[in-house]
């Protein structure tokens, strides 16, 4: 918990601890966070981490890290058939580039489109992807794990590649982290 806490994230990223879960492992420990740019909130999260002291099978360890990331996209990048495994890449890569050894990741990629209808008939059309993974942190180093996760949302909400010592080294298709769009629209609520 202690990491977590003290871990030093990209300006973007407002942190708030949340209630954890208590039915999931005997402890737990869970944080919310928000891209936030210029006032407006691109993307929003949650990351759990959970602890058995006498592990869990399915889990290969004694803890275990659950995320869930949520942006809104435009609506062109939401129709490209490749975005699903491009967003679970995203996840892989920001892992890899921290220095966050892990083990027996599992998770999803949804893409969901919405159209509003009568009274809501004001608002856009909006297209969200939403990435919940859990993954078994395999060297203890949680506020790697963290920052992971952090640019996991900062990608999502189509920033740029952060700098500095753990920013990847180059930018590919699905072997390297793939930026979005700029810039999107606020999430909507």
Do not use: K
């Amino acid at each position: 918990m202690e990491a977590l806490s003290e871990a030093r994230l990209r300006p973007e990223i407002v942190l708030s601890p949340a209630p954890a879960p208590r039915r999931l492992a005997p402890h737990s420990f869970a944080l919310t966070a928000s891209v936030e740019v210029d006032g407006e909130e691109l993307a929003d999260g949650r990351l759990v981490l959970l602890h058995d002291p006498d592990g869990q099978e399915a889990w290969n360890g004694d803890f275990r890290v659950v995320t869930m990331t949520r942006a809104e996209l435009e609506p062109e990048m939401a129709g490209d058939p490749m975005l699903s495994e491009v967003g679970w890449a995203w996840l892989l890569d920001a892992l890899q580039a921290h220095g966050a050894g892990y083990a027996e990741p599992s998770g999803t990629v949804s893409l969901s489109a919405s159209q509003y209808f009568g009274g809501l008939a004001d608002r856009p059309s909006s297209t969200e992807i939403e990435i919940r993974a859990s993954w078994t942190p395999a060297d203890g180093r949680f506020e790697r794990h963290l920052a992971a996760w952090g640019d996991l949302l900062c990608t999502s909400a189509g920033l740029p590649p952060a700098s500095g010592p753990h920013a990847p080294a180059e930018v590919t298709s699905l072997g390297g982290v793939v930026p979005m769009p700029a810039r999107r629209r606020p999430r909507s609520h």
